[in-house]
């Protein structure tokens, strides 16, 4: 059974940062691209930032292009968000999503297996 587990969301004032981790079982982690999405209160669904397997191509929406970092750790089938300068506009609940296959995709539909989230709040 595959499973992913976000972890660090929280409170933080604007301007400040934040790291996210997410932990991966029942899946070959290291040959997936793995994603960072977000959906805000009454929002659709939004890709944040993404990594492919082992070349590590990193890809990121406009909206955090430059503030935000995606990394992985295959060996401990890990994946992270680094988030610097936080703008209100951040605030959102952040999943950690698996590809289907590794493909450097910002369609949504092209990641399979999502955690249930972690909420990131960030005061103005």
């Known amino acids: 059974q595959v499973h992913l587990i976000e972890s660090g969301g929280t409170l933080v004032q604007a301007g400040g940062s934040l790291r996210l981790s997410c932990l991966v079982s029942?899946?070959?982690?290291?040959?997936?691209?793995m994603a960072w999405i977000r959906q805000a209160p009454r929002k659709e669904s939004e890709f944040v930032a993404g990594?492919?397997?082992?070349?590590?191509?990193?890809f990121y929406a406009a909206s955090v292009k430059g503030r935000f970092t995606i990394s992985r750790d295959n060996a401990k089938n890990m994946v992270f968000l680094e988030m610097n300068n936080l703008k209100p506009e951040d605030a959102a609940v952040y999943f950690c999503?698996?590809?289907?296959?590794?493909?450097?995709?910002?369609?949504?539909?092209?990641?399979?297996?999502w955690g249930r989230g972690t909420q990131v709040t960030v005061a103005s």
């Open positions: 990594i492919t397997s082992n070349d590590e191509h990193t």
């Open positions: 999503a698996a590809s289907r296959g590794d493909s450097a995709s910002v369609d949504l539909t092209s990641y399979g297996y």
């Open positions: 029942g899946l070959t982690f290291s040959s997936k691209t």
